[in-house]
């Protein structure tokens, strides 16, 4: 049954003229320049945090496959923020809200769902990459070659970069009611299909796919990576070694926990579920704080690249001196 007072969905308004409004934090009002110090603070922490990552195994001549997907992950992370934290603090600035056009919010929702699918890709190289090193190390230069590397990194963004492409389409097919006031700080797919004229379930089975393909199959892969880890350690028979090569996956694990968390909450759920204010603090967490949290976790647990920071921070000393 067609829906009254729908936008028109053929070529004729599909243009950028057609706008949404994304109200953001308009509740929170009193709290709006506090709001904005956090997040502006927050996103230029987040920013120098994983640049420091980023230059640091850039400057490493020699990477390795654990240190070049860290590489990848910053670059994501950088990217991450830089599509979503911009646009929440102008919302923090104007006090109704801002606009943002109908090509624009299609390109912010294929973005980030295009990068955290990136993000869950690389996790699953992570994942193997660690299964490599402990459950066959005499193969493992072998295996994890540059050039393996590589071609794994490139698959995880195109294909990220395919099924965003894909949910992005599908969702700005609908026809969407009168009112295009989005109750989020962002083009967020929940937030957007709550505004579909539909009242079957028919507009969430994209979401759906694009949920088992990017985050169901890559869970399941690192889940059965882990299991053969585990497996693997069990027939170690010193308590010393089982711990020092459990240690080399606890970053891994808790990036994990931290991602799939959040993103599970968020997506894998039933339209009538939907709750703004529950998901926008949510979204802040997966938005703001973890793109935070992922370099601290791995320069304080990974040795090679705190040693690569110290590296750094010697070359600066003694430039200094001279």
């Not at 004729?12 to 956090?38: H, K, Q, Y």
């Not at 295996?143 to 990194?153: I, K, P, T």
């Not at 170690?236 to 799939?260: D, E, Q």
Request: proline residues 5%; contains cysteine; hydrophobic residues 50%.
């Amino acid at each position: 049954m067609p829906c009254e007072g729908c936008l028109e969905r053929d070529n004729m308004s599909t243009d950028a003229t057609t706008e949404f409004l994304l109200l953001g934090f308009s509740e929170l009002l009193c709290l709006r320049v506090l709001l904005f110090l956090i997040f502006l603070i927050v996103h230029l922490v987040t920013l120098a945090g994983n640049m420091m990552v980023f230059v640091a195994v850039v400057m490493e001549p020699s990477r390795p496959p654990m240190l070049f997907f860290l590489c990848q992950l910053s670059v994501i992370e950088l990217c991450y923020t830089l599509v979503i934290v911009p646009k929440a603090l102008l919302s923090l600035i104007v006090v109704d809200g801002s606009t943002i056009s109908f090509i624009g919010c299609a390109v912010q929702m294929h973005f980030f769902v295009a990068l955290g699918g990136a993000e869950c890709f690389l996790l699953v190289a992570m994942s193997y990459d660690r299964y490599v090193a402990i459950c066959q190390p005499l193969h493992y230069m072998a295996v994890m070659s540059e050039g393996f590397c590589l071609r794994l990194a490139v698959v995880c963004w195109l294909g990220a970069f395919a099924v965003a492409l894909g949910l992005t389409v599908a969702v700005f097919h609908l026809p969407f009611c009168q009112s295009h006031r989005i109750n989020h700080f962002f083009c967020d797919v929940p937030a957007v299909l709550h505004l579909a004229c539909t009242q079957s379930y028919t507009p969430e089975l994209p979401l759906l796919a694009a949920c088992v393909l990017l985050l169901l199959l890559p869970f399941l892969l690192i889940l059965t990576s882990y299991v053969c880890i585990a497996v693997a350690l069990l027939h170690v028979t010193s308590s010393v070694g089982r711990g020092k090569a459990f240690s080399t996956c606890i970053s891994h694990l808790a990036i994990t926990l931290l991602h799939y968390g959040c993103a599970t909450f968020i997506y894998i759920r039933p339209k009538s579920s939907y709750s703004p204010a529950r998901d926008k603090v949510v979204s802040l967490v997966y938005t703001n704080i973890t793109p935070l949290l992922y370099p601290l976790i791995y320069s304080l647990r990974n040795k090679e690249i705190r040693g690569i920071l110290r590296k750094m921070l010697r070359r600066k000393k003694t430039a200094q001196l001279n």
